[in-house]
């Protein structure tokens, strides 16, 4: 709960070298005993999901919540997780349509990058759907890193 983000940092990277199980069930007892009143729950909540990264210890009910989360900077951070989780997540595409809507251009920026991991086409639709809603410099530049990956995928199955 530092306010130093050095501090937090030092720290997933202590628990990174100590045994996955007590870890993860330490910091699942810590989730379950933080106060929702907190004006910094929301990111101690993404704190919990972080260190389930870095232990490769996929936690899609958190996932899940934190996507859904009030403030977009946890919703962005899950987003990104939500790429790296991709192959482990059930219908990861499915979640990322819905943060490619997002209200908030830096969810859906991080909702188009993380279709750029993606090997089949369908991840174009979902990154193209963006173009929906109003697009900045940086989000069109992701888009356009993200439509060059996919393009040989895409130009696979038209054939």
């Given at each position: 709960?530092?306010d130093e983000s050095r501090?937090?940092?030092r720290t997933?990277i202590e628990?990174s070298?100590?045994?996955?199980?007590?870890v993860i069930a330490?910091?699942?007892?810590w989730?379950?005993?933080?106060?929702?009143s907190?004006p910094?729950y929301?990111h101690?909540?993404l704190e919990g999901?972080w260190v389930?990264?870095?232990h490769?210890?996929?936690?899609?009910?958190?996932l899940?919540?934190?996507?859904?989360?009030p403030?977009y900077?946890?919703?962005a951070a899950a987003t990104?997780?939500?790429?790296?989780?991709?192959?482990?997540?059930?219908?990861p595409?499915?979640l990322l349509?819905?943060?490619?809507?997002?209200?908030h251009q830096r969810?859906?920026?991080?909702?188009v990058?993380?279709c750029?991991?993606?090997k089949h086409?369908?991840?174009?639709?979902?990154a193209?759907?963006?173009?929906?809603?109003?697009?900045?410099?940086?989000?069109?530049?992701?888009?356009?890193?993200?439509?060059?990956?996919?393009?040989k995928y895409f130009a696979d199955e038209?054939?």
């Amino acid at each position: 709960k530092s306010d130093e983000s050095r501090v937090r940092y030092r720290t997933r990277i202590e628990l990174s070298n100590r045994d996955t199980d007590e870890v993860i069930a330490g910091v699942d007892r810590w989730l379950t005993e933080l106060q929702e009143s907190d004006p910094q729950y929301e990111h101690h909540m993404l704190e919990g999901l972080w260190v389930h990264q870095q232990h490769h210890v996929v936690n899609e009910q958190l996932l899940k919540r934190m996507l859904r989360s009030p403030d977009y900077r946890a919703r962005a951070a899950a987003t990104r997780v939500l790429g790296y989780w991709r192959d482990d997540v059930k219908e990861p595409l499915e979640l990322l349509t819905e943060q490619v809507a997002d209200e908030h251009q830096r969810v859906r920026l991080e909702a188009v990058r993380a279709c750029s991991f993606f090997k089949h086409a369908d991840a174009m639709d979902v990154a193209t759907a963006a173009l929906e809603h109003p697009v900045d410099d940086y989000l069109q530049y992701t888009l356009d890193q993200t439509v060059k990956t996919l393009e040989k995928y895409f130009a696979d199955e038209e054939r």
